[in-house]
């Protein structure tokens, strides 16, 4: 696969990226509070933007390497950290949700990780990487936050930075059907409540896209490995929160 010599591909390190981090991790966070206002229900709709950037980091970052080098180094590691932070996210999640069926969230970008490869890389290797991961995912699938289709959307996000704009309607489309499986749906129908939810889900990978290509000129706190840490850390603050309210 190769990189249009137009504006589509994704330029090295510069703000835009960390800043789609950073909402990653607040929109995150503000959904999660809910975990202590349980009557502020607006917070869940915010939080629908927090796994399509999520999603669109991971997309971001597998089109910054080169085609055809899957097993680098840096490849090794990326996946490592998404797999130790996949089980030691499992407890603070299962305390602070006990009642969920599903396993949190790092499982789905993981997976969404490999899906991605195969999409980028499309050698023996990594197709077979690919359809392994497919294969996983159809049994996993209601384990997993979003389910398969959120699997998906890291690969959309993927082919959506490196073709034209209207190649952008397909990861919003994935994103509203990943939380088109929520109970809130199932349990309220179309409501302007269920409505915001999947405008949220549909937009937040247009905004995502559009600010990908844009240079931010302001100085950023880069989102490095410690951002990994973000995800169990904050879950375990929140539950010491509500055990002390």
């Not at 789905?108 to 497919?134: E, F, K, N, P, Q």
Request: positive net charge; aromatic residues 12%.
């Amino acid at each position: 696969m190769r990189i249009p010599t137009h504006s589509t591909a994704v330029p090295d390190r510069d703000g835009s990226l960390d800043l789609i981090k950073w909402a990653a991790m607040l929109t995150m966070l503000m959904d999660h509070l809910r975990y202590l206002w349980s009557d502020a229900e607006w917070l869940f709709i915010v939080g629908r933007a927090a796994f399509p950037l999520f999603c669109l980091g991971i997309a971001a970052n597998v089109a910054r390497t080169r085609t055809g080098d899957l097993f680098n180094d840096g490849n090794v590691r990326y996946l490592g950290w998404l797999m130790v932070f996949s089980v030691l996210s499992e407890l603070p999640y299962r305390l602070l949700s006990p009642l969920s069926s599903t396993l949190n969230v790092m499982p789905t970008l993981m997976l969404g990780l490999l899906l991605a490869w195969g999409v980028y890389h499309r050698d023996r290797t990594s197709v077979m990487l690919a359809i392994a991961t497919l294969l996983i995912t159809t049994v996993l699938h209601s384990r997993l936050m979003y389910g398969a289709v959120g699997v998906l959307l890291p690969a959309a996000l993927l082919l959506a930075i490196k073709r034209p704009c209207w190649w952008w309607l397909l990861p919003s489309t994935v994103a509203v059907l990943a939380n088109s499986r929520n109970r809130w749906l199932a349990d309220s129908g179309l409501t302007l409540e269920t409505v915001a939810i999947l405008t949220t889900a549909f937009a937040t990978p247009l905004w995502g896209l559009w600010l990908l290509r844009q240079r931010i000129a302001l100085d950023i706190w880069p989102v490095r490995r410690w951002g990994y840490f973000f995800y169990p850390g904050h879950l375990v603050v929140l539950q010491v929160l509500r055990l002390a309210l």
